[in-house]
Every structure is written in C-alpha cells, then in structure tokens.
C-alpha cells in the first residue's frame, strides 16, 4: 500500500485541530519542494494517501493501484483534494470523487489526469527510472523555475488557509463529522442527524 492516509482516530475533536495543520504543512512542504517530486505508487492511495500524491508533480503507478478520497462517507473531507482535484481533473470529476468517497484505479487515473502513468506492476521499476532519467538529463536550475512557474498557474496551496478554517471551524462544528470519525473508531454504522 502507498498509504492509506492519516489514522482516523486522529480526526477526532481533541486532535483534528493539531492534525489537520500538521498534515497541511507536510503537504505545504512537498509540494513546496524546490524540485520535481515524484510519487510512485503500489496499492492503495486513500485519504492523506492520495493527497500525499497529489502534492507531488509527476505520478507513477502500478495498473493495479487505487486513488480515492473517502472522507466523505465519515462525514469529513479532505481540504488538500478538494484543492487540488478540480484543477489536475477538472471539477466534474472531482466533485464526484470529493462527493462519493469512491477510489478510482489507476488506469483510469492516467486517463483522466490525475496521475502521469499507470503501468503493470513488474514494469514499474523500469517505468519509473525513465522518468528520472528525462529529469536528470535537464537543468537544476531550469526544473527549478519551471516547477515554480508551473504551480504558480496551477496551485491552489494559496487558499489553503482559508480551507483549513473551513474544515476545522464549519465542518468540525457539525454534529455528523464527530458521529462519522467516531462511528469508525467505534466499528460501526455512522447514524446521521444532518446537521
């Protein structure tokens, strides 16, 4: 597994407050990275899993590996997807992905631009050295500035303030989003009271 994400007991009232900004600036710090970054996945990308990846430029996967943002069906959501699907795939895509929870393979990952590559796991190793290769063979210095350029026209890092007050003042007031992490915990079925 690439990662199945951040622990959901650590979504719970007495530690999403300190989880959530930490998670936020490990994310911040990658995808602030002065060079490319490159994830490689095997497995399932879940959660902070798949937004793990997301911050990173160029994506790598086995055929076999899973995209996905669950959140959702604990009534939660994932602040650094919702910032960053709707550019790499287009809103549409990524409200049903942030709506649903539903994971998406990585076949279908590639084709619709939420990852670089998709290909059979034994070929990944292989896969992955020539895209390195092409990397290493440029300039530093250029990949550096072209990177900053890049996610300057893409990047929504600069609202992620505004979407951590959202998380952690309008959704961790609700009633669901504690029900959701604790019915989890609990092993469970969630009992909504929508509000």
Not at 9 to 19: C, N, Q, S
Not at 79 to 100: N, Q, S, W
Not at 126 to 143: D, F, H, P, T
Request: proline share 5%; net charge negative.
């Amino acid at each position: 597994m690439f990662s199945a994400g951040v622990d959901v007991a650590d979504h719970t009232a007495d530690k999403v407050g300190e989880m959530i900004p930490l998670f936020d600036r490990v994310c911040a710090a990658l995808a602030g990275f002065p060079a490319p970054t490159l994830a490689v996945v095997q497995g399932h990308a879940l959660g902070g899993g798949c937004e793990l990846a997301l911050c990173c430029d160029l994506v790598a996967a086995a055929e076999g590996a899973n995209f996905g943002q669950p959140e959702i069906k604990l009534a939660t959501i994932a602040p650094i997807a919702a910032l960053r699907l709707p550019t790499l795939i287009g809103y549409r895509r990524a409200a049903e992905m942030l709506f649903t929870g539903e994971a998406v393979g990585a076949v279908e990952a590639a084709r619709i631009g939420l990852i670089n590559r998709a290909v059979p796991a034994g070929d990944l190793d292989q896969a992955v050295e020539q895209m390195v290769n092409k990397l290493r063979g440029l300039s530093a210095a250029a990949l550096r500035v072209c990177k900053r350029a890049a996610r300057l026209g893409a990047d929504g890092q600069a609202a992620l303030p505004a979407m951590e007050k959202l998380y952690l003042e309008d959704l961790m007031s609700t009633e669901d989003a504690h029900e959701g992490v604790a019915s989890f915990v609990e092993k469970r079925a969630p009992v909504w009271k929508h509000r």
